[in-house]
């Protein structure tokens, strides 16, 4: 039999025995060892199988009482097993019912459990929910405290949470909350272009209206000018209660205001609008300066016109004419000042004060003359007796022997100094001081476009005295001449016609002299010159309406004074064409000197 025919292993030689790992160790132990060794080997199994034996009796004795416990823990665990067995099967059983309602505990807990996710979420967050909520608050801080700035930026941080949480409410809720305050903010702003504010304060209150979009840049140069205007009209309206109390000093006030604000306005809206830079990028929907431009003109006219409805209303009540003169000083610098920024309105205010100055003039002659032209009408009786000159018209001094006025003129340094003569005639002295009080008053404002109205005014003023004169004098001489024929002395008839004709010897004096104050002294013009512009107007409706007539009357005087031989006074005064010699470099100077030469008190301290 061939070798190779045998078994190759133990596993072969052995089909029955079990096979595990370690017999497979041991049986690969035993086809290595050699013979010798192979026979060596059951007598070296037995000795360590003793050893073992003996060294497991060894353990029992020593180690009984683990292997008593091991016992009752087998037994037990046995137990439990079976324990365990029967609870398991029980709870399988009840895991169907458990779940159950694991089921229905999760829908009716889905709302709570939700509301504590939202709550739980609100606590993680709580940090940057209170800053979006104290929004609102803060901005109203800033509003109320001028940190418009600051405002803004939170308004625009207000904007962006709501473009990134459209849908939450409590961010909407905050956004209408911002809005409010933004509103009164606005509010605010626009109500500061009304206070007494200056121009860095105007500029930033107009950037911040500019920077909330509300208005566009021509809504926002009206309402700036508006404001300012309802401003100017409080000053006004502060002072308005001054008007009754001195016309003058309320006017000269109002002006002050008038040119402070209204030059503020110009400069702050020329800086604040006309003045802007403009931005690269020029949109089509950007107002361009030169747009702005009207309003402000418009806002100017609209002042200027309500400084000249002022003038118009309260200039013709003031009768001082220092009080005018001054107010058109002031009005001049004024309107020089404005010239500077392009609104000269020099030109507009002048009529005014002639026209006053006229007023004043018309009526100061007026006043004058209608004294002694009433005094002259009752003494020439109508209906009663006729009061004789000697009882009225001259001092006591002067009875006896009247003083002659010189028909002539005074030249040099007299030529606007009344005559002393008329002192003894103190009805024509009061109207002496009268008329160069009101020529004195005239100096301080005198408009050269007004002279030929002047003239006109005071010659017919002196025409209707010169008429009542006239009158009183054929009314004085008729009844001496009664009285002669009652046979009274002819003395006393004789002194009444030398009182009466001295008078109005006096009377001629003065017409020259007061024409010649008005022309020469005043203005310094030749009174020819003048007489001859007065007669070169076609018309004057002026005139017409106020009754006056052109040029001196002396119809009736000639025939007159002839028809009582006194026709040489007439050839003397009115026959040599009122010749005025004329000295204008002392024209402005001797006025007041004529003034003090009749004093008033004097005068009237001497009327019997």
């Not at 290595?32 to 353990?59: D, H, K, Y």
């Not at 009844?479 to 010897?505: Q, Y």
Request: proline share 5%; with cysteine.
């Amino acid at each position: 039999m061939d070798a190779n025919d045998g078994p190759s292993s133990l596993a072969e030689i052995f089909p029955d025995v079990p096979s595990s790992s370690t017999q497979s160790t041991y049986l690969s132990h035993l086809t290595a060892l050699s013979l010798p060794q192979l026979l060596q080997e059951p007598a070296t199994l037995a000795s360590e199988a003793s050893f073992l034996t003996s060294e497991l009796t060894n353990l029992c004795h020593s180690q009984y009482a683990t292997f008593l416990s091991l016992h009752d823990a087998s037994t037990a665990l046995s137990t439990s097993f079976a324990s365990f067995s029967s609870s398991l099967s029980a709870l399988v059983g009840a895991v169907p019912n458990l779940e159950a309602q694991c089921n229905s505990f999760a829908q009716e807990t889905r709302t709570l459990r939700s509301e504590r996710r939202k709550v739980t979420t609100v606590l993680e967050h709580h940090e940057k929910l209170l800053d979006i909520l104290e929004i609102p608050q803060l901005i109203d801080t800033c509003v109320k405290n001028g940190y418009y700035q600051e405002a803004l930026d939170l308004a625009a941080h207000t904007k962006s949470l709501v473009k990134e949480f459209p849908t939450i409410s409590i961010v909407r809720s905050v956004e209408a909350e911002v809005a409010t305050s933004i509103n009164q903010m606005h509010s605010q702003l626009l109500h500061l272009l009304q206070e007494p504010a200056k121009l860095p304060a105007l500029f930033k209150a107009v950037n911040f209206l500019r920077r909330m979009g509300v208005l566009d840049e021509e809504e926002l140069a009206l309402v700036f000018l508006t404001s300012r205007g309802a401003y100017m009209q409080g000053l006004f309206e502060v002072i308005e209660r001054e008007r009754t109390m001195d016309a003058a000093r309320f006017l000269k006030k109002w002006i002050d205001l008038w040119r402070e604000g209204l030059y503020d306005v110009v400069t702050q809206f020329t800086s604040i609008f006309l003045e802007r830079p403009q931005p690269a990028s020029h949109s089509p929907t950007q107002h361009h300066p030169s747009n702005l431009r009207p309003f402000l003109v418009a806002f100017t006219h609209t002042f200027i016109q309500k400084l000249l409805n002022i003038l118009s209303i309260i200039v013709p009540t003031i009768s001082d004419s220092p009080a005018l003169s001054s107010l058109l000083t002031q009005l001049s610098y004024c309107s020089a000042s404005f010239g500077r920024i392009g609104l000269d309105f020099r030109g507009l205010f002048p009529p005014i004060f002639e026209q006053t100055a006229l007023e004043n003039f018309r009526r100061g002659v007026d006043t004058a003359c209608g004294s002694l032209r009433g005094s002259l009408d009752a003494a020439a009786g109508k209906g009663r007796a006729v009061k004789l000159p000697t009882t009225w018209l001259v001092t006591a001094d002067a009875l006896n022997d009247p003083p002659q006025v010189p028909l002539s003129l005074p030249t040099g340094s007299s030529t606007y100094i009344p005559p002393s003569q008329i002192t003894s005639f103190p009805p024509l002295a009061q109207l002496m001081n009268a008329l160069l009080a009101t020529l004195n008053s005239l100096r301080l404002l005198a408009p050269t476009s007004i002279l030929p109205s002047l003239l006109i005014a005071l010659d017919s003023s002196l025409n209707s005295v010169s008429s009542s004169l006239l009158n009183y004098g054929k009314a004085s001489l008729n009844r001496s001449r009664r009285s002669f024929d009652m046979n009274e002395t002819t003395t006393a008839n004789e002194k009444e016609k030398v009182v009466i004709l001295a008078v109005i010897r006096s009377w001629f004096h003065i017409v020259k002299f007061v024409r010649r104050g008005l022309v020469d002294g005043v203005y310094g013009q030749k009174l020819a010159d003048v007489e001859e512009l007065v007669l070169k107007e076609d018309s004057d409706m002026e005139a017409e309406k106020n009754g006056e007539v052109r040029g001196l009357d002396w119809t009736g005087w000639e025939m007159w004074l002839t028809s009582i031989g006194a026709g040489s006074l007439y050839d003397g005064a009115v026959g040599t064409g009122w010749d005025l010699a004329t000295s204008a470099a002392n024209g402005h100077d001797v006025m007041n000197r004529g003034v003090n030469k009749i004093p008033r008190e004097e005068a009237e301290a001497d009327v019997p």
